[in-house]
């Protein structure tokens, strides 16, 4: 499956962005996507993950009850809400999908798509 991230942009803290994750090749019902973030000179972390059915989340402590993720098996779509934005959020986000677990470890997940870049500023 290929994965594309998109939405990413600039805003000031409290405010909102919609990242989008587009897939192409592969049923993305059959697999389950995490978003991760990566801050210059920052290791990648987990952001959050949703399973097949979309009825299952985990999410980071940093963003639990900021973020949200969903997922539209209709159009193979993923989502990563993410309201009251702090500087600290910023970062270039990705999205990725395995077949397997929903995990916060990044070696758990098979395909990974481009970033997209959001900005924050206080």
């Known amino acids: 499956v290929q994965l594309q991230a998109s939405g990413g942009g600039s805003v000031q803290a409290g405010g909102s962005l919609r990242l989008s994750c587009t897939a192409s090749?592969?049923?993305?019902?059959?697999?389950?996507v995490g978003w991760f973030r990566q801050a210059p000179g920052k290791e990648r972390e987990f952001v959050g993950a949703i399973n097949r059915s979309g009825g299952q989340t985990e999410y980071a402590v940093s963003v639990k009850g900021r973020f949200t993720v969903s997922r539209d098996k209709t159009n193979n779509m993923a989502y990563l809400q993410m309201n009251n934005l702090r500087p600290e959020d910023a970062a270039v986000y990705y999205c990725?999908?395995?077949?397997?677990?929903?995990?916060?470890?990044?070696?758990?997940?098979?395909?990974w798509g481009q970033g997209t870049l959001v900005t924050v500023s206080s």
């Open positions: 090749g592969r049923r993305f019902s059959a697999f389950i």
């Open positions: 990725a999908a395995n077949r397997e677990i929903i995990s916060t470890r990044l070696q758990d997940y098979d395909y």
